[in-house]
């Protein structure tokens, strides 16, 4: 089954002073730089969703696309401008934040949607669920368009009209997202000791 990686970096960081979160430097290189190379092994393309310097990311040589839905309309108008960008059948969302995402996330949410015929499949760990990282049909498309456009935005709340699972993963800090500068050097530490990879 043949799979699109699409990358969220539409967001204004407004917690990292306004900087291109995406770009920040997480262990000496750009922290998306870690998000693509984790996910290229997983799909067979990747578009970054980028609201904002969209030159800045021309050297990673991917699809830039912005929102469709103007307004900074959160993450559900990343993903609705990636499906509809999509040339597969399936799109796997994951945040820029998050550099040590599973590098088995794609089969393991792939194999759980296929055997329970759903729609949107979504990691849980044991402490909570992490909804902006799905994998989820391009069909749905039109409904999410719909969502957006009746002034919906919460990632969850779509999520949950359609045939959505939950699969489980044990490594919750796999799913750790870098919002401030604190964070960002609380996850190096980790990775630097080891504790992460």
């Not at 779509?158 to 489980?168: G, Y």
């Amino acid at each position: 089954m043949r799979i699109s990686g699409l990358i969220l970096a539409g967001g204004k960081a407004t917690r990292m002073e306004g900087a291109n979160k995406a770009l920040v430097p997480f262990l000496s290189r750009p922290m998306i730089s870690h998000v693509i190379e984790r996910l290229q092994q997983q799909v067979d393309d990747i578009i970054i969703n980028t609201n904002q310097e969209a030159e800045a990311f021309s050297s990673f040589h991917l699809t830039i696309l912005s929102d469709e839905v103007t307004g900074y309309a959160g993450p559900l108008a990343g993903l609705h401008a990636g499906l509809n960008a999509s040339q597969h059948e399936w799109v796997l969302c994951v945040p820029c934040d998050s550099p040590l995402l599973p590098k088995n996330i794609a089969e393991s949410l792939m194999q759980a949607a296929i055997k329970e015929n759903a729609d949107i499949a979504i990691p849980k760990t044991d402490v909570q669920n992490h909804p902006v990282f799905c994998l989820c049909k391009k069909s749905l498309a039109a409904d999410l368009a719909n969502y957006l456009h009746d002034g919906g935005r919460k990632v969850s709340e779509w999520q949950q009209r359609h045939r959505c699972i939950e699969v489980h993963f044990d490594d919750e800090i796999a799913f750790s997202n870098i919002n401030t500068f604190e964070d960002l050097a609380k996850l190096e530490a980790l990775c630097i000791q080891g504790t992460a990879r």
